[in-house]
Structures are given as C-alpha cells and as structure tokens.
C-alpha cells in the first residue's frame, strides 16, 4: 500500500524555515517554538503553522491571502501549496518586515506569491477579494467581518480568535460555519 502524501509536509520540506530567519536566529530553526523576527513579532512555532495549513486545505490554484506575513515563511509555503496556477497575496503592517518577506520570499522563485504593506486601518487585501483561503497569523479578538467579506463562497479562513483557532468555512450558498480548534497564543490583530 502506498502511503498518501501530505501536501503540508511536503510543503515544510521544500521551503525550509531557515531561510525566513534573521541570521540570529537561524540555528534555532528546527526548534518547535515561536522565534523572534524583531518588532515584537515572531516567525511561528512550526507545529502551530502546520495545524493552521491542515485546516486551511489549500489545493493547487487557489487564490489565496496571508495576513500579518511577517518574514515571509508562511506566504512562500501557501505558494508552495498553491502551485502557479494559483496566487497568494501576503500583506504585513512593520514597513522593515516587508522589505525582509519580500526578499525571503523572492529566494523561493515563487512569482505567483507576493508581499504587500498593508495599509493602517484596512484588514485584508481587499482590492484583490474574494479569496478561496485566508490565513491570519494573529490573534483578534472577535472575528473580523472585514476578513469574512473577503471571502469568496466556497472558502475557509483560519484565524485566530481570542486564543482559540477558529475555523470559518463560507459555504457555496454563502452561509457561514464557525468552529474551534484549541488553544494558541499570537501577536495582537492590529
């Protein structure tokens, strides 16, 4: 029997975290912790975006969005999952970190992937909506109605949402369910 491969796995081999740290701290990559990226944020704990992608289900082709992108990691594995023939838009507030994603990120050959500086005041990308996925690497504290809006039908978002990961599936018709998947500690949504 063959054993089934697991996109996200294969995703975390092709693009190594490494390679998304300040050289500081890149003798640490393969600890299972949050690691600093200056600014008070972090690149995740990679269990924690592991667990985030499961959910996720992205699949070739999907148009994607990635927010709070930070060093970069995250937007270069979604792309990875993507494939070319999808696209991911990564968007990240601290002015220094995009210009340190977007370098990261350029190292993968990735083109179908790219960082955006996310304007003070608007979540999301919304220009670019809707999205067959959307990926938020921090913590808000209800669940952002901009964010849903951006969501196109059928779609999932992982956020999140006062220290419990929560899932929302927008349905085809447009309805949406919500549900929760333990507990985890992020930077602040801002």
């Known amino acids: ?40 944020q972090t690149n995740s704990q990679p269990r924690t975006v592991a667990d985030m992608l499961h959910l996720l289900q992205v699949a070739p082709g999907h148009k994607v969005l990635d927010v709070g992108s930070g060093s970069g990691w995250t937007t270069a594995l979604l792309a990875h999952l993507t494939g070319p023939e999808g696209s991911v838009v990564g968007v990240e507030l601290e002015p220094s970190l995009v210009r340190f994603g977007r370098r990261n990120l350029a190292a993968t050959d990735q083109p179908w992937a790219r960082i955006e500086k996310a304007k003070p005041g608007v979540l999301g990308w919304p220009r670019q909506a809707a999205y067959d996925r959307i990926l938020v690497s921090a913590e808000a504290e209800a669940l952002p109605s901009e964010l849903m809006d951006q969501l196109a039908a059928p779609s999932r978002m992982v956020i999140p949402v006062a220290g419990r990961m929560t899932l929302a599936e927008r349905s085809a018709t447009g309805e949406a369910r919500l549900s929760t998947h333990g507990w985890y500690r992020f930077v602040p949504l801002r």
Do not use: C, K, Q
Not at 14 to 27: H, K, N, S, Y
């Open 1 to 40: 029997m063959t054993g089934r491969v697991d996109p996200v796995l294969d995703a975390f081999a092709a693009i190594p975290r490494e390679g998304f740290l300040p050289p500081v701290e890149r003798g640490y990559a393969g600890f299972d912790e949050p690691l600093s990226i200056g600014h008070g």
